[in-house]
Every structure is written in structure tokens, then in C-alpha cells.
T-cell receptor, first 115, second 114 residues
Framework: EAGVAQSPRYKIIEKRQSVAFWCNPISGHATLYWYQQILGQGPKLLIQFQNNGVVDDSQLPKDRFSAERLKGVDSTLKIQPAKLEDSAVYLC?????????????FGPGTRLTVL | AQSVAQPEDQVNVAEGNPLTVKCTYSVSGNPYLFWYVQYPNRGLQFLLKYITGDNLVKGSYGFEAEFNKSQTSFHLKKPSALVSDSALYFCAVRETQAGTALIFGKGTTLSVSS
């Protein structure tokens, strides 16, 4: 079974520029998550989708971050404008069911550097 | 509020020796507990989870973890470490009620020497 795909793997931008990340979850997985992992810290949930609806976006900085999952399959996370503190690895994960006991499957991540 | 603590930034063990990576948690209700491993330039991989039942949970690659409700701990263990076990390990907790997020610890780097 193919895993969670993410692109690009690396991105370097100047502050105040915009950037977008793409994620394709495991086929058939209805739940999709975006996490931010700052160096030296554990991943922090940004947003959770169930199909194409948002379940939890309480920690998403909505003044600059946005995410969508229009057809309930792949998803895009955007940052506009980027700040220095947005430098991190952005991880996408998916889960076959929404139950809290289900493990999540993670993609390789996108490493963002903001200069 | 939920929280997870991994008190050790790094754990060093010799190959063939037993290893323990510590994790304690805080939730208001009953927890679901997970361990993930992260290799360089790769995403997190699921190792094992505690949902209910037997306090000793067995997972991938020979790892196991013991749930201790009184000590609110979920330590990761392996009887005999391999050099290939060297990686970054994350403990995570989620409350059993629906709609709660998975909260990760800051991670512990395991280094196994030959």
C-alpha cells in the first residue's frame, strides 16, 4: 500500500513570501491531519479534516495559514505571508477512521526554511 | 489540558542491552497512548498503542510498552537494543472522548552503540 505523499520535500523562501504544501493521503483514508514540527519539539496539530470538512483548526494561525481539502482526498496547506518563526517541518498524516484510538500514518514532511 | 512529558532528551545504550525510553502523561479522563519513531528525513512511524486491557503492549520491531495508570506512565522498552534502533522516539496521548487532538512529547533521541 502506498504511503502518504507530500511535496515539495524542501522549500526555502524569504519572509513575507507565500508558500504552499501538498499532501495525498493513503487511499481510502477519510481523516487527514496537518502538523507543524519545530526543531527540538514534537509535532503540533494545525488542522484536522474528516473527508472535506474541518474537524479541528483551533491551533491554526488563521491570519496567515489556510488549508483545504476540496474533494476529500488530497489537501493543500498555504502560508501567506510567511514569518521567520514558520521555519519548521510540515507533516501530513492520515487515518482510516476518525476514532481517537486509531493510529495515524505520516508522510515524509516538507522542511520549510524562512529567511 | 492534555500534556506529555519525555524527561530525557537522549538515551544511550550499548547494543544487546535492554533499553527504556520514559514517558509520563496528564489527561483529565482515560487516555489512548501511542509511541512513534522518526528516522532522519522520514516521517513518523507508528510503533504501538495502548487502548484498553492488558497493561503490557507489544508493537513493531520487538518494542513493548507498559501502561501504569497510578504513575501515569507509558515507558517504551526493548529487551535487547540494536544499532538500527537509533532514532528519535515520540510519545503521544489522546483523550478517549471524540474530537480531541493527539498531543506529542518533545521526543527522545535513542543512540545505540556497537
Amino acid at each position: 500500500e502506498a504511503g502518504v505523499a507530500q511535496s515539495p520535500r524542501y522549500k526555502i523562501i524569504e519572509k513575507r513570501q507565500s508558500v504552499a504544501f501538498w499532501c495525498n493521503p493513503i487511499s481510502g483514508h477519510a481523516t487527514l491531519y496537518w502538523y507543524q514540527q519545530i526543531l527540538g519539539q514534537g509535532p503540533k496539530l494545525l488542522i484536522q479534516f474528516q473527508n472535506n470538512g474541518v474537524v479541528d483548526d483551533s491551533q491554526l494561525p488563521k491570519d496567515r495559514f489556510s488549508a483545504e481539502r476540496l474533494k476529500g482526498v488530497d489537501s493543500t496547506l498555504k502560508i501567506q505571508p510567511a514569518k521567520l518563526e514558520d521555519s519548521a517541518v510540515y507533516l501530513c498524516a492520515s487515518s482510516g477512521r476518525m476514532g481517537a484510538y486509531n493510529e495515524q500514518f505520516f508522510g515524509p514532511g516538507t522542511r520549510l526554511t524562512v529567511l | 489540558a492534555q500534556s506529555v512529558a519525555q524527561p530525557e532528551d537522549q538515551v544511550n545504550v550499548a547494543e544487546g542491552n535492554p533499553l527504556t525510553v520514559k514517558c509520563t502523561y496528564s489527561v483529565s479522563g482515560n487516555p489512548y497512548l501511542f509511541w512513534y519513531v522518526q528516522y532522519p528525513n522520514r516521517g513518523l512511524q507508528f510503533l504501538l498503542k495502548y487502548i484498553t486491557g492488558d497493561n503490557l503492549v507489544k508493537g513493531s520491531y520487538g518494542f513493548e510498552a507498559e501502561f501504569n495508570k497510578s504513575q501515569t506512565s507509558f515507558h517504551l522498552k526493548k529487551p535487547s537494543a540494536l544499532v538500527s534502533d537509533s532514532a528519535l522516539y515520540f510519545c503521544a496521548v489522546r483523550e478517549t472522548q471524540a474530537g480531541t487532538a493527539l498531543i506529542f512529547g518533545k521526543g527522545t533521541t535513542l543512540s545505540v552503540s556497537s
